[in-house]
C-alpha cells in the first residue's frame, strides 16, 4: 500500500519559509497533479517526498512510514527528473538496471525487466546507446523507463514533459496516462501547464506562494474555483473577470452597465463583488451552446479575433474591460463589428471583490 | 631595384621564426648533433669528433642507465598513485566542508607554492639521523631508541623522496579534483540517490566516472613532473647512498655537468625523453577515452 500523506509539511531556506504547512491525503493508486505557476514550491514539494530535500516541519508519510529521516533510498520512491537526470557515461541498458544492479538482483531479473520496460517505452533498438546519442523524447522516456523497471510504490514527476515540443509533449502525456492504468501505482506528478494537469490528473492540487489553494477533480477545480486565482489559473483562456457592485439583483461595473446576477447566491445591495465568467459561457448568439436556464445577453464590439478552426476566440469589451468570449461553428467576423452575445448565468461566478474568494452558492 | 618578395604570412611569421628557432630549436639540434660526438664541456673540440651511435649503444647497455630508469618509472608510479589516493581524499573533503572552504583550497595549495630545492633542503633537515625531527620525535616518544639512517639506507632514502614528492605534489590532484567535483552536475547524483545507491556507491558509480578525466589530466601533468624529477632527489641525497636514489636525471646532469661528458648525457637524455613521451601519450589516451564514456565529445 502506498498513500501518501504530508502532514502540516514546512519547507525552511534559512529563514526564508517556501512551503507553508501543507496538509495533502495521495491515496493508493491516484494520480495527483501538482500545479501552480512557477517558483510556487511544486518541486520543493516533490524533492521532500523524494527525501532529496530535508523537511523543516510537519511528517511526510508514505503507506504507513513516517519517512522524514528514511534517505531517499529507503522510501520505495521513484523520481522523474525536469532534465531526466541520466548517466551520461552508462548505456541507456545501464541506465535502465542501474538501480536493480544497486540492490544486487540477478543479471537475468535485471535483463528481463529492463527488456521488459524497453518494450513498454519502444526503446529496444535504443539499448546500446549512451545518453548523448538520444533525441530529447528520447531521453525522457529512458527517464521513465529507469523509475519502472523497480517498480516503486510511488512515482514522483517533475515537469517531465517541459523540454519536449508540443506534439511529443502530448504523445508523451498519452503514454504515461496508459503508463499509469497499467501499474497502477500512486503517481504524483508537478507540472505548471494546466492542460497537462487537467488531462492527467484524477485530483489536482493547485498551490500559489507556498499555499494548497484548491484540491479537488479536474472538472471540480475548473467549475468550482474557490478564489479568482484558480479561476484564472485551471481552464484556457483564463476566466474573465469583472470588478462590480450588487444593485437589485444585478452587478453593475464600473462604466454603469449591469448584468443580471448569476442564480443561488445571496447576495446584499452595494456588495463589492468580482464577476467571473469563461469565454466558454459568452458566446454570440446562434453560434453557441446555450447551458442552463439563465441566460442574458449583451452586445459588444469585437476588437480581434483568434480563429481556431473548430472554434474563434473573440476579444471584446464588457464594462470597459476586454473579455475573450468563444464562437461556435465560426464565421468570419471583422473587427469593429457588433454582436449580441448570450452569458450562460448558470456558470458564471461571484468572488469577494477584496479576497478573491468565491462566494459560495 | 627588385626586391626578394617574400609572402606575407612568412613575413608576419618571421618574429616568431627567429625566436623559435633560437631558444628551441638550435639548441635542440645542436643537442641532438652532439649526441652523437663524444663531446666533452673540458675539451671543446670534441664536439667535432663524430662517433655515430656509440653513446646510445653505451647508454642502452649501461647497467646504471637502466637501474635510474627503473628508479624513476618506480618513483612516477608510486608517488603518482599515492597523490591520486590523497588528492582525491582532500578534495573530497574539503567540498564537504560548508564554512571556510576557500581558507582551506588556498591552503591546500600552500606546498607548491614552494621551490623544489626549498622543500628538498627542508627535508633533509627533516629526514636528518642526527638532527631531524622525524628521529627526534620518534625517539622522545620512546618508539626507538637508535637513529633511524632515513636518508642514509638506500629504501629508506628512496622512502623519503617519495614522502617529499608527495608532500608538495599532492596538491596538484587535490585542486584538479576539485577542480572536477564542482564540475559534476547534481541531477544524475540525486538520481542515484533515488535509485538507492549508498554514499559510497553514488561516488563509486557516479561521481568517480565524472572525475576520471580530471585524474587524468593531473596525472600528464604529474607524470612530465615526476619524469624530469631533479631538484628535490639532488639536494636530499644526490643520488646516493651509492647511487641508491639515482634518478634519470640526477644520473643525467652528474654525466654531463660533474663528469663533462655531455654527448653521452645528451644521448642519455633523448632515451628518457621517450618516457615522458611515453606517459603522456597514455594518459592523454586515457584521458580521451575517459571523456569519451561521459560523451563530452571526441
Ligand atoms: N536552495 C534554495 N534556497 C533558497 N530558496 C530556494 C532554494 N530552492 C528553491 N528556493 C525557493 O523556493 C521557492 C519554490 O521553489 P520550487 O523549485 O519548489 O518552485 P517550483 O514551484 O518548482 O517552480 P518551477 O515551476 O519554476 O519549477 C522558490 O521561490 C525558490 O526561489
Ligand atoms: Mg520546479
Redesign the pocket.
Known amino acids: 500500500m502506498a498513500q501518501v500523506h504530508l502532514r502540516d509539511v514546512v519547507?525552511k531556506?534559512?529563514v526564508?519559509e517556501?512551503?507553508h504547512s501543507i496538509n495533502l491525503d495521495i491515496a493508493d493508486g491516484e494520480f495527483v497533479v501538482?500545479v501552480?505557476?512557477?517558483?510556487?514550491?511544486?518541486?520543493?514539494?516533490?524533492?521532500m517526498i523524494a527525501g532529496l530535500e530535508a523537511i523543516s516541519g510537519g511528517d511526510v508519510r508514505i503507506g504507513d512510514t513516517v519517512v522524514n529521516d528514511l534517505p531517499p533510498r529507503e522510501r520505495n520512491i521513484s523520481m522523474v527528473f525536469?532534465n531526466y537526470a541520466l548517466y551520461p557515461h552508462m548505456s541507456v541498458r545501464e541506465n535502465l538496471g542501474f538501480s536493480l544492479k544497486i540492490s544486487k538482483r540477478p543479471q537475468e531479473e535485471i535483463d528481463k525487466a529492463v527488456d521488459e520496460a524497453a518494450e513498454i517505452l519502444s526503446l529496444t533498438p535504443l539499448l546500446d546507446r549512451k545518453p548523448g546519442a538520444l533525441s530529447g523524447g528520447q531521453r525522457q522516456r529512458v527517464a521513465m523507463g529507469r523509475a519502472i523497471v523497480r517498480h516503486p510504490e510511488v512515482f514522483l514527476f517533475?515537469?517531465p514533459l517541459s523540454n519536449l515540443d508540443a506534439k511529443l509533449r502530448t504523445q508523451m502525456r498519452v503514454e504515461i496516462k496508459k503508463l499509469h492504468q497499467k501499474l497502477k501505482s500512486t503517481i504524483v506528478y508537478?507540472?505548471?501547464d494546466q492542460v497537462e494537469a487537467m488531462t492527467l490528473a484524477d485530483r489536482i492540487v493547485i498551490?500559489r506562494d507556498?499555499h494548497i489553494e484548491q484540491v479537488g477533480t479536474p472538472l471540480d477545480v475548473f467549475e468550482n474555483p474557490v478564489n479568482t486565482f484558480v479561476g484564472t489559473f485551471i481552464g484556457s483562456p483564463p476566466m474573465n473577470l469583472l470588478d462590480g457592485t450588487v444593485k437589485n439583483g444585478n452587478i453593475q461595473f464600473a462604466d454603469g452597465s449591469t448584468i443580471t446576477a448569476p442564480p443561488g447566491y445571496d447576495l446584499s445591495d452595494g456588495q463589492a463583488v468580482t464577476f467571473g465568467v469563461r469565454a466558454d459561457n459568452i458566446m454570440p448568439v446562434g453560434h453557441a451552446l446555450p447551458r442552463g436556464e439563465h441566460i442574458a445577453e449583451v452586445e459588444l464590439e469585437v476588437n480581434l479575433t483568434e480563429p481556431l478552426g473548430t472554434e474563434t476566440l473573440l476579444f471584446a469589451t464588457l464594462a470597459g474591460a476586454e473579455v475573450q468570449a468563444k464562437m461556435l461553428n465560426p464565421r468570419p467576423v471583422q473587427a469593429g463589428e457588433r454582436l449580441t452575445f448570450q452569458v450562460m448565468l448558470d456558470r458564471c461566478h461571484l468572488f469577494d471583490a477584496e479576497t478573491g474568494v468565491a462566494l459560495k452558492v | 631595384m627588385k626586391r626578394l618578395k617574400l609572402p606575407q604570412w612568412l613575413v608576419l611569421l618571421m618574429p616568431a621564426i627567429i625566436i623559435l628557432s633560437a631558444v628551441v630549436l638550435i639548441p635542440l639540434l645542436l643537442s641532438l648533433y652532439s649526441s652523437f660526438t663524444s663531446y666533452r664541456l673540458t675539451r671543446p673540440d670534441s664536439l667535432f669528433n663524430w662517433v655515430g651511435l656509440f653513446n646510445y649503444e653505451k647508454a642502452v647497455t649501461d647497467v646504471k642507465f637502466w637501474a635510474a630508469f627503473g628508479r624513476t618509472v618506480l618513483l612516477l608510479a608510486v608517488a603518482l598513485n599515492l597523490e591520486m589516493l590523497f588528492g582525491l581524499g582532500l578534495a573530497l573533503m574539503i567540498s564537504k566542508v560548508t564554512r571556510g572552504q576557500r581558507a582551506l583550497r588556498t591552503m591546500m595549495m600552500f606546498p607548491m607554492m614552494f621551490s623544489p630545492i626549498l622543500v628538498g633542503f627542508q627535508f633533509k633537515f627533516i629526514f636528518n639521523d642526527n638532527v631531524g625531527l622525524v628521529n627526534n620525535a620518534l625517539q622522545s616518544l620512546g618508539i626507538t631508541d637508535t637513529a633511524i639512517p632515513w636518508l642514509v639506507d638506500g629504501n629508506l632514502a628512496m622512502f623519503s623522496i617519495i614522502f617529499a614528492e608527495v608532500w608538495t605534489s599532492t596538491s596538484v590532484f587535490g585542486i584538479l579534483i576539485l577542480a572536477g567535483l564542482y564540475a559534476i552536475p547534481r541531477d544524475p547524483l540525486e538520481a542515484a540517490k533515488v535509485d538507492g545507491c549508498t554514499p559510497f556507491q553514488s561516488f563509486r558509480f557516479v561521481t568517480l566516472p565524472f572525475l576520471m578525466p580530471f585524474i587524468y589530466i593531473a596525472m600528464a601533468i604529474r607524470s612530465l613532473d615526476v619524469a624530469r624529477a631533479y631538484d628535490i632527489v639532488q639536494i636530499m641525497t644526490n643520488g646516493g647512498p651509492a647511487r641508491r636514489t639515482e634518478l634519470l636525471w640526477t644520473l643525467i646532469g652528474r654525466t654531463g655537468y660533474v663528469d663533462a661528458r655531455m654527448g653521452y648525457a645528451n644521448a642519455m637524455g633523448y632515451v628518457s625523453i621517450f618516457l615522458a613521451i611515453f606517459f603522456t601519450i597514455y594518459f592523454f589516451k586515457k584521458l580521451t577515452a575517459a571523456r569519451k564514456e561521459l560523451g563530452m565529445g571526441v
Open positions: 519547507k531556506y534559512g526564508l517556501v512551503v501538482l501552480g505557476p512557477s517558483g510556487c514550491g511544486k518541486s520543493t514539494t516533490l524533492r525536469q517533475d515537469e508537478v507540472t505548471h498551490m507556498g
